[in-house]
């Protein structure tokens, strides 16, 4: 019990003089998503991003980070005619909620009115909502290639969870604070999806659809609450 009573005056020694941005923050930015699949051919969109995050830590070299953020990422999937003819494509989005661990290290040290810099390696938790597809007058009379991937079933794809880890960098003056970020994703992302192939029993008969989705961030974060130092 001594050692612990004398932990906890440690961390509010070193929380008086550290110079560490804490407080909390509201966020608002933009993302490119990067879908890696040899089954669902697409181009990445510029999406964007916003939510809440909390800062916190009693080093003047490092703290740590916890955000909550919506985002919206955007593609163009490329679609064929039932004899396989490139067609152009159809605009599709799949919005997220991510929950984000990360550890900020410093090299230039945050200070009141100088610019600081540092290195953030994160870990996401992923929630994927489902495709949304946009319409138009041909929307539901093709497929989506290379596979037969009908409209309706990206459409009617279920939520899921993946597990992201991510790398960034930090830099900041005052309560502003700005984050490049790159998230790898690990899991399958289109699991949920199918081709037309069922039985006579309308059972799915087809592969399985894999991908992995990447996205690069760079989000804007602005501290409305100032934790006392």
Request: charge should be neutral.
């Amino acid at each position: 019990m001594k050692h612990f009573i004398l932990f906890i005056i440690l961390l509010t020694s070193l929380n008086c003089f550290a110079q560490v941005p804490n407080g909390w923050w509201f966020a608002a930015g933009g993302n490119m998503s990067s879908l890696n699949s040899e089954q669902l051919k697409s181009d990445g969109v510029l999406g964007y991003s916003f939510g809440i995050g909390m800062t916190t830590g009693y080093h003047e070299r490092y703290h740590f980070e916890f955000n909550l953020i919506a985002s919206t990422n955007n593609f163009d999937l490329y679609k064929s005619d039932f004899e396989g003819n490139d067609i152009g494509t159809v605009k599709a989005s799949r919005s997220s909620a991510d929950f984000s661990f990360n550890y900020n290290y410093y090299i230039i040290l945050p200070e009141e009115n100088k610019f600081y810099l540092g290195v953030r390696p994160g870990l996401d938790v992923v929630y994927h909502g489902k495709f949304k597809l946009k319409d138009d007058d041909d929307g539901y009379s093709y497929s989506v290639q290379p596979l037969a991937i009908t409209p309706s079933s990206i459409s009617n794809s279920s939520g899921k969870f993946n597990l992201d880890p991510s790398l960034g960098i930090s830099a900041g003056y005052n309560n502003f604070r700005f984050i490049l970020k790159y998230n790898l994703g690990l899991g399958n992302y289109l699991n949920d999806l199918k081709t037309d192939s069922f039985d006579n029993s309308n059972l799915y008969t087809g592969p399985e659809i894999e991908g992995k989705l990447n996205r690069i961030s760079l989000i804007v974060f602005y501290r409305f609450y100032i934790k006392k130092q």
